[in-house]
């Protein structure tokens, strides 16, 4: 291997890694996994944000067609849910434009965040690992992830070549309820001075089947197939090229992607005539790292992003709206050399976007976006105490076709404190005042949008959206008990929501909601425990108990609206050194704090069951089945966040199977 990634393979991608087992089977097994998108180098128990990440047999168990449907069982997690094609990560209750996602720390640059019909430009099956970081990341990432960060973390751009000089895998899937077959692909080779690497994969599907009826309650004169959701179906094919050159202290590599996709839009029917998205996404990445630069320095990090995006909307064979998105980002960072017990990171970040939306139904106008920040993060430890404080000021300006451009700068400020105490416990608390910046939607939005079903007006009158946050949490991470706890409130001012006007467009037939701000409180805590309970033979069985909760309100008590109901739950697990069985249940309470134009949506359980065996080859192969069960009672469950649950449900009962490959 090259001696610069002998020495620094630690310090990966952003500014050096932080360790944090990716579950508590993997803190009671001693596995730790390296975190990419924060600043640091800390032990699970150290960390003072609610950290997970998903990886190894964890992200393959779970693994969906899209990030939002892999992301939505963890803890604190919920997720949009527009049928195959589109679903978005939700954190705590927030979602859209307040939470960043990202690919290898660049934002997706895609436009998922302009309607929740929209597909987030990720394939999970690229994934090596997923990075969720629950509460403010402002400073690291932008003004708009006040409600945190998903980081999909791949190997496109490679830091170091096997050791072999070739290794790879491949994945092949397949599913009942959806009639799936996917297939991934990946590569990776090089020597001391270049390595290279290849992905590939494809997802076709059918309709989705459903346990009873599409719609809650079908309208006069319809004939709704019961056990199908009908334009459900989907397609997807993504690739990247990517090569580094390495040296004794440097890393520089650029990588090609694309990513392909079709699906339907379920539930919206435009004249008897079914709705579609064709969506091409093109993207080029560079990253460079250069260690040992000066008394001064430890490391500077560069990572560029170049995209170039269009989907179209269609309604039969006719073209109805095409979404056209030209970005880039690029952010520069320094770590600089100790300072006494001091450390820390500072950086530069600079976006522009090019975003047109043409057609009948383009509700937003042709916007230009450029934003500038910049930011420092500083950590001190002690032996008992570590104190992490950080500051970030970023500048954007708006640019609308027909309309004066928007400007505005906004300030973010964060504390974490972390107390190690005996036996293996912490205390963690994390204080953040953040600004958010209004999006291009919130600002200019005028038209009918019809995935929400409903007119939407924007306001340019919107000012920065201010949030106060404190988290505490409880964790204990040694011995064979292992649990956390964590408690947050975030309190907002002047916050940026969607208002019923009460008003009807007589045109559409639709009613007209307006982008409005008014103080809000978001409250909500997340706990899990994990115990062994027997050992069985060469494996151990062990027991997760988990539970989450979030509760948002306005001001003057009003809910806030597609916020997720208390949910809880247990999973038994049983592993041993080639095989290894699980089986979860999880509750979905009904939820009854609505907002005014919303219905209240019925409770449901959901039950899944999983299994995986390796198999001996007696090569340098190594071979795995699985079998996953999900929804295994057939409830017709429908998700409150979704904005399509009247008319969406998920999936019925349904089994995925597959074998991957791998060479060692």
């Not at 949009?80 to 979602?95: E, K, Q, V």
């Not at 094919?237 to 520089?252: I, N, P, Q, Y």
């Not at 420092?376 to 970023?394: I, K, N, P």
């Not at 340019?460 to 649990?483: C, M, P, Q």
């Amino acid at each position: 291997m090259n001696r610069f990634c002998g020495r620094h393979r630690p310090l990966l991608l952003i500014t050096a890694s932080l360790v944090l087992a990716s579950s508590a089977l993997a803190q009671h097994i001693d596995e730790e996994i390296i975190v990419t998108a924060t600043p640091g180098n800390l032990s699970a128990a150290e960390i003072a944000q609610a950290v997970t990440v998903v990886a190894g047999d964890e992200l393959v168990r779970v693994r969906a067609a899209n990030i939002g449907e892999t992301l939505e069982s963890q803890l604190g997690m919920s997720a949009s849910y527009f049928g195959t094609g589109a679903s978005r990560p939700i954190i705590r209750g927030l979602a859209g434009a307040r939470v960043r996602t990202m690919e290898d720390g660049i934002e997706a640059l895609d436009v998922s965040t302009v309607s929740v019909d929209h597909a987030v430009g990720i394939d999970p099956l690229a994934a090596l690992q997923v990075e969720i970081f629950r509460g403010p990341t402002t400073l690291l990432y932008g003004s708009g992830a006040v409600g945190g960060v998903v980081n999909t973390v791949t190997n496109r751009i490679p830091d170091f070549a096997p050791d072999d000089g070739l290794a790879g895998a491949f994945e092949l899937r397949g599913d009942t309820a959806a009639d799936e077959r996917a297939l991934a692909v990946t590569l990776d080779g090089g020597g001391n001075s270049f390595a290279w690497h290849f992905d590939g994969s494809t997802r076709d599907t059918g309709d989705l089947e459903i346990p009873g009826f599409a719609e809650l309650q079908p309208g006069p004169g319809e004939t709704p197939v019961a056990g199908r959701l009908e334009n459900s179906d989907l397609e997807l094919t993504s690739f990247s090229f990517g090569g580094s050159l390495l040296g004794d202290a440097s890393v520089l590599g650029v990588a090609v992607s694309g990513f392909e996709t079709g699906y339907g839009i379920p539930g919206h029917e435009d004249e008897d005539e079914l709705v579609r998205i064709d969506l091409d996404q093109s993207r080029v990445d560079l990253k460079g790292r250069w260690f040992d630069v000066g008394q001064a320095l430890d490391a500077i990090n560069l990572r560029v992003g170049v995209n170039d995006y269009e989907h179209v909307e269609l309604e039969g064979d006719e073209v109805g709206t095409r979404f056209e998105n030209d970005a880039y980002e690029a952010r520069l960072e320094f770590l600089h050399a100790s300072i006494g017990r001091w450390s820390g990171a500072f950086g530069l970040q600079l976006s522009e976007r090019d975003l047109e939306a043409i057609g009948e139904e383009a509700f937003v106008p042709p916007v230009e976006t450029t934003a500038y920040g910049a930011f420092l993060v500083e950590r001190f430890e002690s032996d008992a105490w570590s104190l992490e404080l950080g500051v970030r000021h970023e500048y954007q300006e708006q640019r609308p076709t027909g309309a004066a451009a928007i400007d505005d700068s906004a300030t973010s400020l964060s504390a974490a404190a972390v107390r190690t105490l005996d036996n293996g416990y912490s205390l963690a608390m994390n204080l953040a005042s953040a600004e958010r910046l209004p999006t291009a939607e919130e600002l200019f939005a005028d038209g009918p949008h019809l995935a929400t079903r409903s007119v939407e007006l924007g306001s340019a009158s919107l000012g920065n959206e201010t949030s106060e946050h404190v988290d505490i949490g409880l964790r204990k991470t040694n011995g064979e008990l292992n649990w956390s706890v964590t408690a947050f409130v975030t309190d907002y001012a002047d916050f940026i929501y969607l208002s019923d006007t009460g008003a009807v467009d007589p045109d559409e037939d639709l009613p007209i909601f307006q982008w409005s701000q008014r103080d809000a409180e978001f409250a909500g805590v997340e706990a899990e425990v994990f115990a062994p309970v027997a050992q069985l033979g060469d494996g151990e069985l062990d027991l997760r108990v988990f539970a989450d909760f979030v509760r948002a309100e306005l001001a003057g008590g009003e809910k806030v609206p597609r916020i997720p109901p208390l949910r809880y739950g247990a999973r038994l697990s049983y592993h041993a050194e080639r095989f290894s069985a699980g089986i979860e249940a999880t509750r979905y309470d009904r939820q009854d704090d609505v907002a005014p134009f919303e219905t209240p949506t019925g409770g449901y359980t959901l039950v899944s069951a999983d299994f995986d065996w390796s198999l001996r080859t007696g090569t340098d192969f190594d071979v795995s089945l699985f079998l996953r069960g999900s929804n295994l009672l057939d409830e017709d469950a429908r998700r409150h966040s979704s904005v399509v649950k009247d008319f969406v449900p998920l999936p019925g009962r349904n089994f995925a199977f597959g074998v991957r490959v791998s060479h060692r």
